[in-house]
């Protein structure tokens, strides 16, 4: 498998592309439209050609690349299909294995972030990697407070989903704000202060719920603009400008 995980340092983003070596299939799983033309050069190098944009949930800490990648590729755009958005091609469930080539990706339904995200697992060869989206993050997890999040669905999605797997599963989140990349089921369970070592339902969601968080600075734009697949809005900050009117020319 070839594989590379890469970031986007405004909204700390983690993309990752993955592509099959045998049929060359590839996906970058959650793409940032700032961060598209580096994603592009990463395939070209590669030798490979882009054939699905995958998201994890409708963000809303920046604007998805999955319209522009269409638009620039041809590739397909898919995403959790409770979302329903008619953008979408693919409509991903949990118990239909999606393909990417010789790859098999596993959603699993793990709302509590919003109430459709959607992870995915792969085995490789009998090593699990976990593409945890913003459902679990390095020793954090996503907020709840927002996007129809609930901190007792975020509990019980992390524990039936994640930390039912082996220790050994590798973890790739879709942020990090501390510059770290990668950690394991065995580390979460440990060392997460929200979840680790046993915490009960109760003391996560007094957890969550005693947070005291920013309003998110670009969900006003973001989620408009991701609820359709990577529209800009006519709100986005004139610095994103030259993007998305690349964006609306095709």
């Known amino acids: 498998m070839h594989f590379r995980q890469l ?32 994603d592009l050069e990463v395939l070209q190098s590669m030798g490979l050609t882009l054939d699905y944009a995958v998201e994890t949930h409708i963000h809303a800490d920046h604007i998805t690349g999955a319209r522009r990648l269409k638009q620039l590729t041809g590739c397909r755009i898919a995403g959790p299909a409770l979302d329903a958005l008619p953008c979408r091609d693919l409509g991903l469930r949990e118990g239909e294995p999606f393909q990417v080539g010789g790859i098999t990706l596993n959603p699993l339904f793990t709302p509590g972030h919003t109430d459709t995200h959607h992870a995915y697992l792969l085995d490789h060869h009998g090593l699990k990697l976990l593409f945890s989206g913003d459902a679990l993050l390095i020793e954090s997890c996503g907020r709840t407070d927002f ?6 669905v975020l509990y019980r999605s992390i524990h039936d989903k994640f930390f039912s797997l082996p220790d050994e599963t590798l973890v790739y989140p879709a942020h990090d704000y501390e510059d770290r990349r990668i950690t394991t089921i065995a580390q979460e369970k440990l060392r997460n202060p929200r979840l680790g070592k046993g915490r009960t339902e109760a003391e996560f969601v007094k957890i969550m719920h005693e947070m005291d968080l920013p309003y998110p600075r670009k969900i006003d734009f973001a989620l408009p603009g991701n609820e359709q697949c990577g529209a800009c809005p006519d709100n986005v900050p004139e610095q994103m400008r030259a993007l998305c009117e690349a964006s609306r020319q095709g």
């Open 7 to 38: 970031f986007e340092p405004d909204s700390s983003t983690f993309t990752y592309l993955l592509a099959c070596p045998d049929t060359g299939v590839t996906a970058l799983i959650d793409p940032v439209l700032e961060t598209v033309d580096r």
């Open 147 to 152: 996007q129809s999040g609930d901190a007792h």
